[in-house]
């Protein structure tokens, strides 16, 4: 099933990657990060799953399709036919490569109890990496005043 | 809580501005961002005061006795970062009140400048690499928006080539830092630096691409010609001053120099891609009519002297490296908001559109002349005297080619950027250009006062090396124990 999953998850990312046409892109990235978020889950990594699927599945995905609405993207496309060939090629290397990492890793550990987790993951964000939190206030600020920039530049031309 | 100020502060004013636009669209914007960045030079300075001239200094922050966790570190590299990065950022916030109303909301630029330059403190501020990661992947996305500033079509595509390049060099940086992590199971410089066989060569491969394609050393540095070219003239004054000095040239020090420790192979591959950068980029140059096409060529190759300097490893070569460090932010900041002062002029930064612009613009004129005598190290300006010791430190090493090397694209420098200065300055004075007149108040200040810091800190370059740069450079040679002797103060 995993390995389901992760073929599942590069596939949808590489044509996320190769297609032309905008919205369709942005559907397979979105179907991409939901194989990705229940992945995390099944590795028993709910925090992961959650912001994986809400932020990057959710909320990224909402976003690309504004722009591209805005933007006027939803053109019809020739997709190039060197696409599939690259793909299947940078396809299969990474099938490889994955699968002989899982073949080396050996045996999963132990899950940790969920109660663990959520004390542990709230611990390290507040108690160990509160300047990460800034960080990451300053990327999300840094993104929302490009978007206005860009919305804003839109308005401004029409 | 005072180290706090250089992040805080300008991130609280970005979140305050978009919501004041509405009451005041020019003077408070104009005012708050201005105000801001003359409280971060303040605040360098009194830091630099402050800060007993050695030792680094990891603080946690508190907040009415209790701990806020926020750890920050500041030793003699940050503080002269600090004090770069402000100097620079006041320059550009002044350029900015009279250059930004072609681009758009005024309250939005100004709060991408701020979360730019409160993100830039971040990385130079960190205590831990993963934490440095985050503020050089804020920095980037503020420096996409406002290469996107530009309202044309090569803007868009300018902005969208640097997002995938950079896109790559993070990648690059964060696959390095997940494989220390995975030999110590630490991110923080301090425990990696303790760490035992914390080496990998794959993480200091991806290190070497990651931040070379930051600082667009040759052959990394692709993308910088176009994004400068595309954006309006701010973004690549504050990306070629303070961007690339960090997320690059700072990061490849902090990493190098304090996590790993400089080893005769990675002195080597710096030395390697500081000669080829020196020679490519003043080539490159060579052949350029756009103003700022010109100008990033130009900082590939400038860029390329400080890492030749820091890669020599040796105590001049290492001063040479960052007094160029600072003294390259200066002039080619100068430069630039010189090419952006002639394209508000004028229209374009076309050099071939243009010529004897130096009746019409005289004070854009003059301070360009300081600009460029100090790339090429014309003495007695800052430019000189750094590259004076690069040379120095690579005879004294006995690596004489190279030396020649320096001196020879340092001569090519001159010869580019005087012609660029012929083609626009001199000569008679275009038809189409009669009607152009001198740049407004602000951008004028701006350029005059980088130009009074670039003979400034040329005539006073001793005891500016010995206050600001030998400092930093002692936490360089220190290496590893620059990051094992760190005091903790506060929790």
């Given at each position: 099933?995993?390995?389901?999953?992760?073929?599942?998850?590069?596939?949808?990312?590489?044509?996320?990657?190769?297609?032309?046409?905008?919205?369709?892109?942005?559907?397979?990235?979105?179907?991409?990060?939901?194989?990705?978020?229940?992945?995390?889950?099944?590795?028993?990594?709910?925090?992961?799953?959650?912001?994986?699927?809400?932020?990057?599945?959710?909320?990224?995905?909402?976003?690309?399709?504004?722009?591209?609405?805005?933007?006027?993207?939803?053109?019809?496309?020739?997709?190039?036919?060197?696409?599939?060939?690259?793909?299947?090629?940078?396809?299969?290397?990474?099938?490889?490569?994955?699968?002989?990492?899982?073949?080396?890793?050996?045996?999963?550990?132990?899950?940790?109890?969920?109660?663990?987790?959520?004390?542990?993951?709230?611990?390290?964000?507040?108690?160990?990496?509160?300047?990460?939190?800034?960080?990451?206030?300053?990327?999300?600020?840094?993104?929302?005043?490009?978007?206005?920039?860009?919305?804003?530049?839109?308005?401004?031309?029409? | 809580?005072?180290?706090?100020?250089?992040?805080?502060?300008?991130?609280?004013?970005?979140?305050?501005?978009?919501?004041?636009?509405?009451?005041?669209?020019?003077?408070?914007?104009?005012?708050?961002?201005?105000?801001?960045?003359?409280?971060?030079?303040?605040?360098?300075?009194?830091?630099?005061?402050?800060?007993?001239?050695?030792?680094?200094?990891?603080?946690?922050?508190?907040?009415?006795?209790?701990?806020?966790?926020?750890?920050?570190?500041?030793?003699?590299?940050?503080?002269?970062?600090?004090?770069?990065?402000?100097?620079?950022?006041?320059?550009?916030?002044?350029?900015?009140?009279?250059?930004?109303?072609?681009?758009?909301?005024?309250?939005?630029?100004?709060?991408?400048?701020?979360?730019?330059?409160?993100?830039?403190?971040?990385?130079?501020?960190?205590?831990?690499?993963?934490?440095?990661?985050?503020?050089?992947?804020?920095?980037?996305?503020?420096?996409?928006?406002?290469?996107?500033?530009?309202?044309?079509?090569?803007?868009?595509?300018?902005?969208?080539?640097?997002?995938?390049?950079?896109?790559?060099?993070?990648?690059?940086?964060?696959?390095?830092?997940?494989?220390?992590?995975?030999?110590?199971?630490?991110?923080?410089?301090?425990?990696?630096?303790?760490?035992?066989?914390?080496?990998?060569?794959?993480?200091?491969?991806?290190?070497?691409?990651?931040?070379?394609?930051?600082?667009?050393?040759?052959?990394?540095?692709?993308?910088?010609?176009?994004?400068?070219?595309?954006a309006p003239a701010v973004m690549p004054a504050m990306s070629s001053g303070i961007f690339v000095k960090t997320a690059g040239v700072y990061a490849i020090c902090r990493v190098f120099f304090n996590v790993y420790g400089l080893t005769?192979?990675?002195?080597?591959?710096?030395?390697?891609?500081?000669?080829?950068?020196?020679?490519?980029?003043?080539?490159?140059?060579?052949?350029?009519?756009?103003?700022?096409?010109?100008?990033?060529?130009?900082?590939?190759?400038?860029?390329?002297?400080?890492?030749?300097?820091?890669?020599?490893?040796?105590?001049?070569?290492?001063?040479?490296?960052?007094?160029?460090?600072?003294?390259?932010?200066?002039?080619?900041?100068?430069?630039?908001?010189?090419?952006?002062?002639?394209?508000?002029?004028?229209?374009?930064?076309?050099?071939?559109?243009?010529?004897?612009?130096?009746?019409?613009?005289?004070?854009?004129?003059?301070?360009?002349?300081?600009?460029?005598?100090?790339?090429?190290?014309?003495?007695?300006?800052?430019?000189?005297?750094?590259?004076?010791?690069?040379?120095?430190?690579?005879?004294?090493?006995?690596?004489?080619?190279?030396?020649?090397?320096?001196?020879?694209?340092?001569?090519?420098?001159?010869?580019?950027?005087?012609?660029?200065?012929?083609?626009?300055?001199?000569?008679?004075?275009?038809?189409?250009?009669?009607?152009?007149?001198?740049?407004?108040?602000?951008?004028?200040?701006?350029?005059?006062?980088?130009?009074?810091?670039?003979?400034?800190?040329?005539?006073?370059?001793?005891?500016?090396?010995?206050?600001?740069?030998?400092?930093?450079?002692?936490?360089?040679?220190?290496?590893?124990?620059?990051?094992?002797?760190?005091?903790?103060?506060?929790?």
């Amino acid at each position: 099933m995993t390995a389901f999953l992760l073929a599942g998850t590069m596939v949808f990312a590489a044509l996320a990657v190769f297609l032309k046409d905008m919205l369709k892109a942005v559907i397979c990235l979105l179907i991409s990060s939901v194989f990705l978020g229940i992945i995390f889950f099944r590795l028993n990594a709910p925090f992961a799953g959650v912001f994986e699927i809400s932020v990057v599945a959710g909320l990224i995905v909402v976003l690309f399709i504004l722009t591209i609405s805005l933007t006027g993207g939803q053109k019809s496309f020739v997709e190039p036919s060197i696409s599939l060939p690259i793909f299947l090629v940078l396809f299969f290397i990474f099938s490889y490569v994955l699968f002989v990492g899982i073949f080396r890793s050996g045996p999963a550990e132990e899950p940790v109890s969920m109660v663990e987790e959520y004390s542990k993951i709230g611990e390290v964000l507040w108690m160990g990496r509160a300047l990460d939190t800034v960080g990451q206030i300053s990327v999300i600020f840094a993104g929302v005043f490009v978007l206005l920039c860009v919305v804003g530049r839109k308005r401004d031309d029409k | 809580m005072f180290l706090f100020i250089f992040i805080g502060v300008p991130l609280a004013i970005a979140g305050f501005l978009p919501l004041i636009s509405r009451v005041s669209r020019r003077l408070l914007p104009d005012f708050l961002s201005n105000l801001c960045f003359v409280l971060l030079l303040a605040a360098s300075v009194s830091i630099f005061n402050l800060w007993p001239g050695a030792g680094r200094f990891s603080h946690n922050l508190q907040w009415f006795g209790s701990n806020l966790n926020l750890a920050l570190a500041l030793d003699g590299l940050n503080v002269l970062m600090l004090f770069t990065v402000s100097v620079v950022s006041l320059a550009v916030g002044l350029f900015s009140i009279n250059y930004i109303d072609r681009y758009g909301s005024r309250a939005i630029y100004y709060a991408i400048l701020l979360v730019l330059v409160a993100s830039i403190n971040g990385i130079i501020l960190a205590t831990d690499l993963f934490t440095m990661y985050i503020f050089i992947e804020a920095a980037g996305i503020a420096s996409y928006g406002l290469v996107a500033l530009g309202r044309t079509r090569n803007s868009t595509e300018g902005a969208f080539k640097y997002l995938i390049l950079s896109g790559v060099a993070s990648s690059f940086i964060l696959s390095g830092i997940a494989l220390i992590f995975i030999k110590t199971g630490t991110t923080g410089i301090r425990e990696i630096s303790m760490a035992k066989n914390s080496i990998t060569e794959l993480s200091l491969i991806l290190f070497i691409a990651g931040f070379g394609l930051k600082c667009a050393l040759v052959p990394f540095h692709f993308w910088m010609p176009d994004a400068y070219t595309a954006a309006p003239a701010v973004m690549p004054a504050m990306s070629s001053g303070i961007f690339v000095k960090t997320a690059g040239v700072y990061a490849i020090c902090r990493v190098f120099f304090n996590v790993y420790g400089l080893t005769p192979a990675v002195s080597s591959v710096m030395v390697y891609l500081g000669v080829i950068s020196i020679l490519a980029g003043a080539f490159l140059a060579l052949g350029q009519t756009r103003l700022r096409r010109m100008l990033a060529y130009s900082s590939i190759s400038q860029v390329g002297y400080i890492i030749l300097g820091l890669g020599i490893g040796t105590p001049l070569g290492i001063i040479g490296g960052l007094l160029h460090l600072f003294y390259h932010s200066i002039f080619k900041t100068l430069l630039f908001l010189n090419a952006g002062a002639v394209e508000y002029a004028t229209g374009t930064d076309e050099s071939v559109d243009l010529g004897g612009l130096g009746g019409r613009l005289p004070f854009s004129s003059g301070t360009n002349i300081i600009g460029l005598l100090s790339a090429a190290g014309v003495p007695p300006l800052n430019g000189f005297w750094s590259k004076l010791i690069i040379v120095i430190a690579l005879i004294q090493v006995k690596m004489f080619l190279y030396a020649f090397i320096a001196i020879f694209a340092s001569v090519v420098t001159l010869w580019y950027l005087l012609l660029i200065q012929r083609r626009v300055f001199f000569g008679k004075l275009k038809e189409s250009l009669k009607q152009v007149v001198e740049v407004p108040f602000w951008m004028t200040f701006s350029m005059a006062a980088l130009a009074f810091v670039c003979v400034w800190t040329g005539v006073v370059f001793a005891s500016f090396i010995s206050e600001w740069v030998l400092p930093a450079a002692t936490v360089l040679l220190d290496g590893l124990k620059s990051s094992l002797n760190t005091f903790m103060i506060g929790g």
